[in-house]
Structures are given as structure tokens and as C-alpha cells.
Nanobody, 120 residues
Framework: QVQLVESGGGLVQAGGSLRLSCAASGSIFSIDGMGWYRQAPGKQRELVAAITSRGSTNYADSVKGRFTISRDNAKNTVYLQMNSLKPEDTAVYYC??????????????WGKGTLVTVSS
């Protein structure tokens, strides 16, 4: 069984910063790509940022220059540093990871989400 648990969400004023963390646990053999998605009310879930096992990153245009994704492979953890937050960044943020266990090839796993609210 694999679990992804996010933390770090909350309420922040526009222009502020938050750091999200997502830790993977369970019978993990290896983790390939990891990423953050978000879903605002009434909108589809969208990719925010992703990082490969070797550290290559990509970002949604709307967050480039403001958000930074990173990972600690020893801790099976991915982070999202969010700076210069805007009200339009308000959403539930979900962690995603491509994880192979001792018994299964790589599959997509999702966390339950953490709410980020940016007030104007």
C-alpha cells in the first residue's frame, strides 16, 4: 500500500508565500516523476509543476518564476515553494507520483489534497 500525504496548505495574503510538502510512504521500490496539480472551484484539475527522478522540471505558464518544485529522493518527498501568491492561485493542491512497489510496476498515485487560499 502506498500513501501520499500533503501538508503546508493554508490561508495567506496576496504576495505571500507557502511551502507545500508531499511525503510518499509504503512498500516503495522506486519513484519516477512527481508533481503538483491544483483544482479551483468549478475548474478542471491542472498541472502546476512536475519533476523527474533526475531533477528536470516543468511548470505551468501561470506559475513560472513564482513557484519552485523540488524533491528529496532519500525522503520520498516532493516540495512546492510558492512565492508571490495571487488570489487566482486559490485551489486544492494535489500531489501526484509515479511509484513502483515491490509487487507492481509504476502506477500513478494521488494525495488527498491540501487547500491553499490566497486573499486579496
Amino acid at each position: 500500500q502506498v500513501q501520499l500525504v500533503e501538508s503546508g496548505g493554508g490561508l495567506v495574503q496576496a504576495g505571500g508565500s507557502l511551502r507545500l510538502s508531499c511525503a510518499a510512504s509504503g512498500s516503495i521500490f522506486s519513484i519516477d516523476g512527481m508533481g503538483w496539480y491544483r483544482q479551483a472551484p468549478g475548474k478542471q484539475r491542472e498541472l502546476v509543476a512536475a519533476i523527474t527522478s533526475r531533477g528536470s522540471t516543468n511548470y505551468a505558464d501561470s506559475v513560472k518564476g513564482r513557484f519552485t518544485i523540488s524533491r528529496d529522493n532519500a525522503k520520498n518527498t516532493v516540495y512546492l515553494q510558492m512565492n508571490s501568491l495571487k488570489p487566482e492561485d486559490t485551489a486544492v493542491y494535489y500531489c501526484n507520483a509515479d511509484i513502483a512497489t515491490l509487487f507492481l510496476r509504476g502506477m500513478d498515485y494521488w494525495g488527498k489534497g491540501t487547500l491553499v487560499t490566497v486573499s486579496s
